[in-house]
């Protein structure tokens, strides 16, 4: 063989291995809520309307080797909602949407995990609102960034599917789908 391939096949392989070796598994399993946050948009009166969750907790328990194993729960304490004022506040709270004295918590449970490639992940599961379950897909996107994996998604959901302002709220002054964004932080183990 060539001394000069020889040379290049040895510095290719070593490369190689340095590269290979540095791309191992990674596990979250620790979800930071004060670093995450849990927020929704609608449309009330053809106007945007930005809102936030001020209390949840979340559990993971995510491996970047093997994610069709992975879990997620996130626990919501609806009372916590800030829609930008204290009357859509405590508007919110009411039986006609979260009614928050029979119903204080959502949850999210998922099902299944999907890996899609370039870090990105379906992760199926169950949405309890309301005492009402439905399954719901969210597209999430993985970030690595300093030992920390932030963990970004988004899904639409429409509010009448779980009877929330039902009523004289029922109509389109508040759009019937919400944008739900969620980044939750969680350290690598």
Not at 20 to 47: D, R
Not at 111 to 131: C, D, H, P, Q
Request: glycine share 6%; hydrophobic share 40%.
């Amino acid at each position: 063989m060539n001394p000069r391939l020889s040379r290049s096949v040895t510095w290719v392989a070593a490369l190689s291995f340095g590269v290979m070796s540095c791309a191992h598994a990674v596990e979250y399993k620790q979800v930071n809520a004060t670093a995450s946050t849990l927020s929704f948009t609608y449309n009330q009166f053809s106007s945007r309307v930005y809102g936030t969750f001020s209390r949840f907790e979340g559990a993971l328990d995510f491996d970047t080797e093997n994610p069709t194993a992975a879990h997620a729960a996130l626990t919501i304490q609806l009372d916590s909602i800030d829609a930008g004022s204290s009357d859509a506040n405590e508007e919110l709270k009411k039986p006609a949407w979260f009614d928050t004295v029979h119903s204080p918590v959502a949850t999210f449970e998922s099902t299944a995990v999907k890996a899609l490639g370039e870090n990105r992940y379906s992760i199926t599961g169950n949405l309890t609102l309301r005492g009402i379950t439905h399954v719901v897909d969210v597209p999430v996107l993985l970030k690595a960034e300093s030992g920390i994996g932030i963990f970004d998604g988004q899904l639409i959901l429409k509010r009448s599917d779980f009877k929330i302002g039902e009523g004289e709220f029922a109509d389109t002054v508040v759009s019937d789908d919400i944008n739900i964004r969620f980044r939750m932080v969680a350290p690598a183990q």
